[in-house]
């Protein structure tokens, strides 16, 4: 197997293991020096995923490690408009918590909420 190829098998057990919100054996990757922005080829970054598939706790692990919060994958959506449109509350906190920019991306998480009527930015 070349290193191309062991790479990729490892990005890929990476971005497997962050939809899975398995955040001690996803830090083992990061800590062995894994790119904590690693993005897959949608553009769709760790963050992005676990914010997707409402792991909260991995989301803060990630941010914790140094993970872009506002990173965009390669259709302009940011991890938080991504939680807003899953309707993840306790990851939208978590990512506003770290400072999340609620008019990051396209469409926004603002504007997400807006499509769904959703009062999460009520206020901000």
């Known amino acids: 197997m070349s290193d191309d ?8 057990a990476a971005f497997d293991l962050a939809r899975a919100g398995e955040t ?3 830090l083992a990757f990061v800590a062995a020096g894994l790119p ?6 949608s553009g769709d970054s760790l963050l992005m995923l ?6 909260a706790a991995t989301v803060a692990a990630l941010i ?4 872009a919060v506002d990173r965009c994958n390669d259709r302009q959506q940011s991890p ?3 939680a807003v ?3 993840y ?3 939208v906190a978590v990512l506003l918590d770290a400072g999340a920019d609620p008019d990051a991306g396209t469409p926004s998480a603002r504007q997400t909420a807006a499509m769904f009527d959703r009062d999460t930015f009520a206020g901000a």
């Open 24 to 26: 001690d054996r996803l």
């Open 85 to 87: 449109f899953k309707n």
């Open 80 to 82: 938080l408009a991504g």
């Open 36 to 41: 904590v922005d690693l993005a897959n080829g």
């Open 5 to 12: 190829e062991e790479f990729r098998d490892i990005a890929e």
């Open 89 to 91: 509350e306790d990851v």
């Open 50 to 55: 676990a914010a997707y598939h409402g792991h």
């Open 64 to 67: 914790g490690a140094g993970a």
